[in-house]
């Protein structure tokens, strides 16, 4: 029989994420929050350009967001975050799959009454 082990560091990881996960008040299935999906070169050396690009893009799916990469030798991960129904609705309400936070932000002027 083989002698399993677990290591601190495994041990730490499943750990924290299980953690995380009973604690993030969002529990599974709840109506009010929507899980999108961004790069991050957290950890990695990544170019300024993908870092950039990383800071500026959120994506309505994983799929879109690993083949949207800054360049070709971009190797930043894909993230899930969660966001609200609200927000998820005015990023991605016109029924695109990217949206660039830089022009998402943007708000009206605020007029004078």
Same mark, same amino acid.
Do not use: W
């Given at each position: 029989?083989?002698?399993?082990?677990?290591? #601190? #560091?495994?041990?730490?990881?499943?750990?924290?994420?299980?953690?995380a996960a009973a604690l993030s008040g969002c529990p599974p299935?709840?109506?009010?929050?929507?899980?999108?999906?961004?790069?991050?070169?957290?950890?990695?050396?990544?170019s300024n350009a993908a870092k950039k690009h990383n800071a500026?893009?959120?994506?309505?799916?994983?799929?879109?967001?690993?083949?949207?990469?800054?360049?070709?030798?971009?190797?930043?991960k894909v993230v899930p975050i969660t966001v609200s129904r609200?927000?998820?609705?005015?990023?991605?309400?016109?029924?695109?799959?990217?949206?660039?936070? #830089?022009?998402?932000?943007?708000?009206?002027?605020? #007029?004078?009454?």
């Amino acid at each position: 029989m083989k002698n399993l082990r677990l290591a #601190r #560091r495994t041990f730490l990881a499943t750990a924290t994420a299980a953690g995380a996960a009973a604690l993030s008040g969002c529990p599974p299935g709840d109506q009010r929050s929507v899980v999108v999906y961004r790069r991050s070169g957290r950890g990695r050396h990544v170019s300024n350009a993908a870092k950039k690009h990383n800071a500026n893009h959120v994506y309505a799916d994983a799929l879109v967001a690993a083949l949207d990469k800054a360049h070709p030798g971009d190797n930043s991960k894909v993230v899930p975050i969660t966001v609200s129904r609200a927000e998820y609705n005015r990023l991605f309400g016109n029924g695109g799959f990217i949206a660039d936070l #830089r022009h998402a932000r943007k708000r009206a002027p605020h #007029r004078r009454a």
